[in-house]
């Protein structure tokens, strides 16, 4: 963290110093007093299960530094009263990203924001000192956290950026304030709360709320809700259609190795390797040479740093475990991610299609017809399908109505995972896929030991 006082905190959050020293230097923040230090600031939390409060004796005696919005008796060390603590890192990270500005991305979508992310950082990488958010921290808490950790080589920042519901990208947005933003797709996820595929629209325009007339927002220039987008800012879509001003073509789907395609750019062909598999990965690799070119990157090393990225671990990765293959895709779910992870599994050839899916949450109204919908998919790709969870069963009833003979449906996560040996056999191709609520690590594990 770069220089930041306790008295930039009191002025970013209007708090009030209830002990302590304003001209104390912070070394950096954090939500979890197991990581608290000397000299690091501690926000603390309620949940549902926990307080964070209680643990403000505890940091002061390490030396760190704590906000509070409850009253606390007097204790040693620096303590800070505010409002609300959420809010109160919000305002923090929002003050400090303004007193240290980079150049910034924002990625936000329906589905595919961290592999996007990934890709993008991996082309920008090639240029610039990078701070990029980390797994998914993408909510109110972990992306400001993420900015707060900015050093002062860092002269770019990549920042993902999720949503649940109306107001929450315009909250994220306005402490980032990026100078570019990718939306890569508009899906069923939070259909829930946001009501129909126009509303998940407007609630991800959010994260242009703050642009100026020479901010810049990629688009996925094939996506139907997308494709017409406008705005008093410069819009660049990519995707295969001639409406694109980064199109690829001919892509050759090579499985679970990835894909290759042809790049069209200024008139011009270029051969691109994306060794991520899905095709749906195209378009992140797309997404991610246009913004690289963009912000100066050359054609050249934009088409290597795709190629060679390191996607964040449960993001639709292939491991070969003794004679079988795992594909792992369980940190989100959605109807699209679904299909996009089941074409994979289909693309593989000479073993037994093994696909174990789980809930899509946050569905509403949409989750039988939509799960029903995903049995069709499965009927297509897969020899054998297993299900977990109340909303899946659908799934495995949608596919059973197509004639699918090797279907098996469990009510939760935890029955599935005790008994999933008894239907994977060594050399299968098998499928994981859940929503992150699933926790369907439990059933990954079980299948590693076979």
């Not at 660049?236 to 001639?242: A, D």
């Not at 939509?370 to 909303?391: M, P, Q």
């Amino acid at each position: 963290m770069q220089k930041f006082l306790v008295s930039d905190i009191l002025e970013a959050t209007s708090g009030k110093l209830i002990s302590g020293d304003e001209k104390e230097v912070i070394k950096g923040v954090v939500s979890d007093s197991r990581k608290a230090d000397d000299g690091v600031l501690f926000v603390p939390f309620k949940g549902e299960r926990s307080n964070g409060h209680d643990y403000i004796g505890d940091v002061l005696k390490k030396g760190a530094i704590s906000l509070t919005e409850e009253e606390t008796p007097k204790m040693d060390g620096t303590v800070i009263s505010v409002e609300n603590t959420l809010f109160a890192l919000g305002d923090i990270a929002k003050a400090y990203m303004k007193k240290y500005k980079v150049p910034t991305v924002g990625v936000t979508g329906s589905v595919g924001k961290t592999s996007t992310k990934d890709m993008i950082s991996g082309v920008l990488a090639k240029k610039y000192n990078l701070l990029k958010s980390t797994g998914n921290h993408n909510n109110e808490i972990g992306m400001p956290l993420t900015i707060l950790g900015m050093q002062e080589e860092n002269d770019m920042a990549v920042l993902e950026m999720g949503m649940s519901a109306f107001g929450e990208l315009d909250y994220l947005a306005n402490i980032a304030k990026p100078d570019v933003a990718v939306i890569t797709n508009i899906g069923m996820s939070h259909i829930e709360n946001l009501g129909s595929q126009e509303g998940i629209l407007k609630a991800k325009l959010e994260i242009t709320n703050y642009f100026s007339k020479d901010s810049v927002l990629f688009v996925n220039g094939d996506d139907k809700f997308l494709k017409t987008v406008e705005g008093d800012f410069k819009v660049i879509r990519y995707g295969l259609g001639e409406n694109c001003e980064i199109r690829g073509k001919d892509i050759l789907n090579k499985g679970i190795l990835g894909s290759e395609f042809t790049l069209l750019y200024e008139g011009k062909s270029y051969p691109v390797t994306v060794k991520a598999p899905g095709e749906h990965n195209v378009y992140n690799a797309l997404a991610a040479i246009g913004i690289g070119l963009h912000f100066g990157v050359s054609l050249e090393d934009a088409i290597d740093g795709v190629k060679n990225v390191e996607l964040t671990d449960m993001r639709l990765t292939v491991e070969e475990v003794g004679e079988n293959i795992i594909i792992k895709d369980f940190y989100n779910a959605a109807p699209d991610s679904i299909r996009a992870s089941l074409s994979v599994l289909k693309s593989v050839d000479g073993k037994r299609r093994v696909a174990i899916l789980g809930d899509v949450l946050e569905m509403g109204e949409f989750a039988e017809p939509e799960h029903r919908k995903l049995g069709k998919s499965a009927y297509e790709c897969a020899d054998v399908l297993i299900t977990a969870g109340e909303n899946a069963r659908f799934i495995a009833e949608g596919a059973k109505d197509l004639g699918m003979a090797e279907v098996v449906s469990f009510p939760d996560t935890d029955s599935c995972a005790g008994e999933i040996k008894k239907y994977i056999k060594s050399g299968d191709c098998i499928l994981i896929k859940a929503s992150r609520g699933m926790k369907f690590e439990k059933i990954y594990d079980k299948v590693k030991e076979i």
